[in-house]
């Protein structure tokens, strides 16, 4: 019967001449199959986790929180055709404190669509492609002491501006001090929350992001973070448009101290990977993840 339904469907995609709705409905039907083929690991397969990590889940999403000084935060580039689980074993390799990791940003066969830092470096592959329009953010700074800060802004200069400290065009979402070192970014994506508010529609109108009908809820992966400077890192299933992704942080009380949201890359490329399994599945149940991620790692430094 599975098999028969998955015909049906990949046959009705072949046609071109579908209202933009049933496409929608289709792709969401064709979606929501395959995840059900999909092996979801529960709470307690990843064990007991390290101080300053929690799982979160809930209707519609999952992911993790992250607590500051107990884990730092990398951009990790590669240009190698492999995908997220297949990068983070190999990295895992190289440094055992590699704790997690998710999807980053919007990517073409040409590169990255927005800024990437990585230890303090611009990565000469992937090739950055920075939008004309203001973008969201997330960014990581290097304290006096060795302690890394974690922040979301907004902004429309490059890479190689944040880098050297020039923010006259940059908001941050706290104080960020001009006598630290930015030492990863991430950027491309578009708001979802900002001082708590829905500010969603932004990202259609002042960032004009344009999605296809079929695409306004495809999955979603989103960073976040809290009053407590905590980051949340979360995949939001297909069925949540931006407007049900916004309700959520503010009905759920576990976003209760969620201040600002925004998303990055979604869709099949949307995934989580934690201590060597997949959190998120990946959706066609091929790993589809390229060219960024963010990587969360333990910790050596104690507060």
């Known amino acids: 019967m599975k098999k028969l339904f998955l015909l049906i469907i990949l046959l009705t995609f072949a046609g071109q001449s579908y209202s933009s709705e049933l496409k929608s409905e289709l792709k969401s039907n064709l979606q929501f199959f395959f995840k059900s083929l999909t092996e979801n690991h529960s709470v307690k397969d990843f064990g007991v986790l390290p101080e300053g990590i929690e799982i979160i889940e809930g209707e519609g999403y999952r992911g993790i929180k992250l607590s500051v000084s107990y884990f730092e935060l990398r951009v990790d580039t590669w240009g190698e055709d ?78 190689s501006v944040l ?27 578009g708001w979802i929350l900002r001082n708590r508010k829905d500010v969603h529609n932004e990202s259609f109108d002042r960032q004009r992001f344009r999605f296809k009908t079929e695409d306004l809820k495809a999955r979603r992966t989103v ?66 993840a390229r060219f960024s991620a963010i990587q969360v790692i333990k910790s050596d430094l104690t507060w």
């Not at 050297?164 to 491309?188: L, P, R, Y």
């Open 82 to 159: 492999i995908g997220l689980l297949e990068r983070f074993n190999k990295e895992k390799s190289d440094n055992d404190q590699l704790f997690a990791a998710i999807n980053g940003t919007f990517y073409s066969s040409r590169g990255i669509l927005g800024q990437v830092i990585s230890d303090g470096k611009i990565p000469v592959w992937p090739k950055q492609y920075i939008a004309a329009l203001p973008r969201c953010f997330l960014s990581t700074f290097r304290g006096l002491k060795g302690y890394q800060h974690w922040f979301i802004g907004e902004t429309t200069v490059g890479a």
């Open 223 to 288: 960073v976040a973070q809290d009053t407590d400077r905590c980051i949340y890192l979360l995949v939001f299933e297909t069925g949540n448009s931006l407007h049900q992704i916004a309700r959520t942080f503010a009905h759920n009380k576990v976003f209760e101290k969620v201040n600002d949201a925004f998303f990055l890359d979604g869709g099949a490329s949307s995934c989580i990977v934690l201590n060597g399994k997949y959190l998120v599945p990946p959706l066609y149940l091929v790993d589809k």
């Open 163 to 189: 880098k050297t400290g020039i923010f006259d065009k940059v908001w941050f979402n706290g104080e960020s001090s001009t006598g630290t070192i930015m030492d990863n970014a991430i950027g491309g994506g």
